[in-house]
């Protein structure tokens, strides 16, 4: 999955990349070796969650950095960048991203295909 995210990681002061479940939980976290959730231990990212309800993008800017959150069909895409990352590219390349996450999640066998 970590192909996936190769663009947007590649961007000028573009630091990580979090995929989160609807329920908080998380998907992907490129800080992991691994690509998975089993790096660092989050645990309230569902109380951010709720607090953006159905907001479809929002934009943390924090005196050392920057955090771009961003709906998609099962969750949110977050990239945490420093100050002077390109939040115009970082969006640009999130727009092209998100349908390549929402198809590879749709597609389960035979159930994604018979679903309407």
């Not at 990580?16 to 908080?24: M, P, T, V």
Request: glycine residues 8%.
């Amino acid at each position: 999955m970590r192909e996936t995210f190769n663009d947007v990681l590649s961007i000028n002061g573009v630091s990580a990349i979090i995929l989160l479940a609807q329920d908080g939980k998380i998907l992907f976290d490129s800080t992991d070796g691994k690509g998975s959730g089993s790096g660092l231990n989050y645990s309230h990212w569902k109380k951010l969650l709720d607090v953006m309800n159905n907001a479809r993008e929002a934009d943390f800017v924090f005196e050392n950095g920057r955090i771009y959150l961003r709906k998609t069909a099962d969750g949110y895409l977050m990239v945490c960048m420093q100050s002077h990352a390109s939040i115009a590219m970082v969006k640009l390349n999130c727009d092209i991203l998100l349908p390549q996450i929402n198809s590879t999640k749709s597609s389960k066998g035979l159930k994604g295909f018979f679903k309407r």
